[in-house]
Nanobody
């Protein structure tokens, strides 16, 4: 019954910004964590950011810290990822994931995304001139 759907990907130039949106449905309450992962060509999937149900536990990968901001609107059941100062190395398919979990504090614990049972189909973000 739980469904996750991302949107907002596209083609942007280096230095520009883009905001991704994730709609989560099927949870009775809003007691679920949500995370953004990405996978670039030839690379393994990696965690980008995670936010807890009450927004008090937030994680950012070192590669995006200071540039990306994760947020959520529980009334709308949406999770956002604001991406600023985008660079070519940010090019990847971005995935939204959700589950009744608490965001881990280190990137290694996210490595295979096993904490999350519910995933969106992915949205392509391309940063190029």
């Amino acid at each position: 019954q739980v469904q996750v759907a991302e949107s907002g990907g596209g083609l942007v130039q280096p230095g520009e910004s883009l905001t991704l949106s994730c709609k989560v449905s099927g949870f009775t309450e809003h007691y679920y964590g949500a995370a953004w992962f990405r996978q670039a060509p030839g690379k393994e999937r990696e965690v980008v950011s995670c936010i807890s149900s009450n927004e008090e536990n937030i994680f950012y990968a070192d590669s995006v810290k200071g540039r990306f901001t994760i947020s959520r609107d529980n009334a709308e059941s949406k999770i956002y990822l604001q991406m600023n100062s985008l660079q070519p190395e940010d090019t990847a398919v971005y995935y939204c994931a959700a589950d009744r979990v608490v965001c881990p504090r280190t990137a290694n614990y996210y490595s295979n995304g096993a904490l999350f049972d519910y995933w969106g189909q992915g949205t392509q973000v391309t940063v190029s001139s």
